[in-house]
């Protein structure tokens, strides 16, 4: 954001300013008079009970607080790059209390923390409740859940068998044994089976995610990571082939890591 702490007093600044508010969607307020500061300027901006002064190079947010529950959802949403600071802190440092302060670094995050702003408190300056989306895992459909996340995997050696294979003797023994054949069975079988479910039951069991969603991104990529290190466990044991580069494993991992976000989307235990 471009520094506009001057001496004296700039027309060209001044209207800077108060195109800056409109763009963001913020009331903007008139003085007489510069106000002293920083920035000379007559334009300051209001919603909501906030009040926005522009300082050298970022916006300053105040005369209102944001509760520490909305502020932690603020933080989890709002990408590095916008620069929206709780507390005037340098850094994005995430709240942990109540914040009356915030300090904006780009116009981009200026407009993000309006809509915010907008959306989560009503025309009398109330914090709306948004009640959280329920799960769809419950303990009768938790195998369900499980095998739609094992089926990630074994679409995955479906279509990259030519690099990649795994050979498990419980999946032979089934076929030696007739109960299953050849053709219908799945290559993940049996123990290897185990492999994948028995993270994901954990993930399930120390997030509680039965009765809780996520949340918070980093989290949601601790646990697809915790999955396909499973995953990669499993190959490693059974693997037949493996011709698979280095880069090939980077792109092939981060191509299953959002697979796995998008089937705990599709549940609702991710938001």
Known sequence: MQNLARNNYSKNYDDQVKEELISAGISVEETPFPMIGEVKTRYFGTLCGFVFHRAWTYWVVEKATVPKYKAKILFDSAPDF????????????????????????????????????????????????????????QEDNKAEFIGQIVDI????????????????????????????????????YGRAYDCIEEPTMQVIEEFHLLDSTIQNRDIMQKIAHHILDGFNDMVSYYKNSDTRTDEQKYWHEKALRLEIENTFLAWKIYQ
């Not at 993000?112 to 329920?134: C, L, Q, S």
């Not at 032979?172 to 219908?184: K, L, R």
Request: charged share 30%.
């Open 82 to 137: 916008l620069g929206i600071r709780a507390y005037g802190l340098a850094g994005k440092q995430e709240p942990d209390s109540d914040v009356d302060t915030y300090h904006i670094d780009t116009l981009a995050g200026l407009w993000y923390f309006a809509e915010f702003i907008k959306h989560n408190m009503d025309g009398a300056g109330k914090w709306r409740y948004h009640p959280r989306v329920t799960s769809c895992l």
């Open 153 to 188: 995997f074994e679409d995955y050696l479906d279509e990259n068998k030519t690099c990649v294979s795994i050979a498990v003797p419980d999946r032979q023994e089934a076929i030696d044994n007739n109960e299953t054949d050849e053709d219908s069975a799945a290559q993940i």
